[in-house]
């Protein structure tokens, strides 16, 4: 079953534009990552936040954890056409990952 | 960019062939992956290993088969292809880092059953 579920499905904004994404997941967990993927391709890692970090990070990639309401959020900040892609939250535990079905970004110029 | 490479990257074939899609990793990673991936749906793990000789089962149920006899290779076999087994194979690795594991992904294979 789906662990990571990402809100919304689709996103559409403007470059410059902040974009945010969340996701919500069901059981304890050890981390939770986020990937992108262009399409057509693989998918690559972004950042990964532990489950006992609230926020991190990375460049113009900010990462929030909310662990006891099973949630976390991606903001992406001053959005380039180079940032259209889908963003998969995943969730680790024990030896795997479970990939919810994405948040679609396309960012318009 | 990761070094795992996922050969074919497209594959149209007729029901009831046998098909191989290869995956390789320059990693030495142990950890290895496959997961089937359909638009807008979630990634399902459908195999995954440890090292050689081991293989496991993922979450979702499949009728393929894989193998692990050397670290670098982890290849995906369909005996008899089906119309339901059309979607994109994508073929992960990953480095040994302790409850903090991310993973690597080739390109994908894009199968297409006729």
């Known amino acids: 079953s789906q662990q990571g579920e990402e809100d919304p499905q689709a996103l559409s904004i403007q470059e410059g534009e902040n974009a945010t994404m969340n996701c919500s997941y069901k059981t304890s967990i050890n981390n939770l990552q986020w990937y992108r993927q262009n399409s057509g391709r693989g998918l690559v890692h972004l950042i990964l936040?532990?489950?006992?970090?609230r926020e991190k990070h990375s460049g113009r990639l900010r990462v929030t954890l909310d662990t006891s309401k099973k949630s976390s959020s991606l903001l992406i900040t001053a959005s380039r056409a180079a940032d259209t892609a889908s963003y998969f939250c995943a969730t680790g535990n024990d030896y795997k990952l479970s990939f919810g079905a994405g948040t679609t970004v396309t960012v318009r110029a | 960019e990761a070094d795992i490479y996922q050969t074919p990257r497209y594959l149209v074939i007729g029901t009831g062939k046998k098909i191989t899609l290869e995956c390789s990793q320059t990693?030495?990673?142990?950890?290895m992956y496959w997961y089937q991936q359909d638009p807008g749906m979630e990634l399902h793990l459908i195999h995954y290993s440890y090292g050689v000789n081991s293989t496991e089962k993922g979450d979702l149920s499949s009728e393929s088969t894989v193998s692990r006899i050397r670290t670098e290779h982890f290849p995906l076999t369909l005996e008899s292809a089906r119309p339901s087994h059309t979607s994109q194979y994508l073929c992960?690795?990953?480095?040994?880092?302790?409850?903090?594991?991310?993973?690597?992904f080739g390109s994908g294979t894009q199968l297409s059953v006729l």
């Open positions: 936040i532990r489950s006992n970090e």
């Open positions: 992960a690795s990953s480095e040994p880092t302790g409850a903090d594991e991310k993973l690597f």
């Open positions: 990693m030495g990673h142990d950890k």
